[in-house]
């Protein structure tokens, strides 16, 4: 047999738009697809501390070795500690050490070791609960290695809040020691997050029926910071639950292309934690051999300084205050300026670098086409593309398609 019975795979709607986008060459363009930190003039934006990072490493040279299996050790000891937090409990535990962490080909590679090791080394028969929408990778990463996605409400759509209440009932009837996709932080794509008292009544159902949580960490951060981003997860290891943490470098470190992250699995000991290790050993060892080296040296040059670290954390900051500035921006044009039907309340209590907005398929295709701003076709926009140039319009033209209904 030959290759000719090979068909195309399904489409990348992001891909898809990232390429019309990239290629609309109007003065007018938004592009506010693709989920990067954009600056105000809608490039990419690096941060001072990695550059400070990136010196640091040319001046030491370290040379291009091959790292170990399971990647860096020193960035391992501290993306872990970012995730856990340096005084935690959690912490404490992984001095024993009773969490596995291995790095990964960034978030992406995370879940994907997650959803290969449930598959290799609990059960394939394992039911995986994700609420929608949301990203869409979950899906083909667990169909990629024959685990089952069950999908449930994750928003109240009239509200356009976190569906608290169904999400419960899903954790109190699923199957026992089932696993539960829940992004930590800064949820994509609607930007709604459980509360702290919410996610404590999650994680205590969570403990009850003997569930696994994989928290997906893709933003921790640009939230409302580096610890109080990480409540859930803190909070389920407090409670001592067995857990996967898929971390991502992508976003908060505007280190996109290095795919530089991390998996930690939690553990009920440091036994345990020595098998899962090793399991994880044998998966990266035959899908990738060895780790990327680069961005793991740059994030561990900025977590182990405690001068980088602050200028980190605050460069988060001022990302934070800009896109909470944003959000303010358009919903004060929506709302006072153009007076624009509907309820956009949901805008300035979003989280993250998104905004879900409440419009249809249609007008968001309409955007696209006819105004030249680049949103995918649920209504998520990158609310770090807007700035003051183009809020007005971007309000405008929303305002316009919202009316021509
Ligand atoms: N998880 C979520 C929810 C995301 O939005 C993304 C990226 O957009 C990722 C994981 C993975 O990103 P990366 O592979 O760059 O870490």
Redesign the pocket.
Known sequence: MGFEHIQPGPPDPMYTLKYKADNDTSSEKVDLGV?IYRDEEGHYQGLESVKQAESELFKADPGHDYEMTTGNQDFLAQASQTVFGKKSIAFDKLTVPQVASVQTI????A?HLAALFIAQCMSSKTAVYVGVPT?GNYRPAMELVGLRQLEYPYLDEETRTFDHETTLEVIRTAEPSSVFVL?ACCH?PTACDPTPAQWEEIIELLHAGKHIPLF?M?YQGLGDGIDEDAYAVRAAARKGLNMFVCQ?F?KNMAL?GERC?ALHVACESSAVAANVHDRLRCLLRWEVSSAPIYGSRLANIVLQNDELKQTWEAELGTMRKRLGQLRRQLFILLTEKFQTPGDWTHITREKGLFSYLKISRKQCIILVDEHHIYLPENGRINVSGLNSQNVMRVAQAIDSIVRDE
Do not use: F, K, R
């Open positions: 989920g960034s978030g992406t590679g879940v990203w992004q994509n997906d893709a991502s992508s996109y992250g």
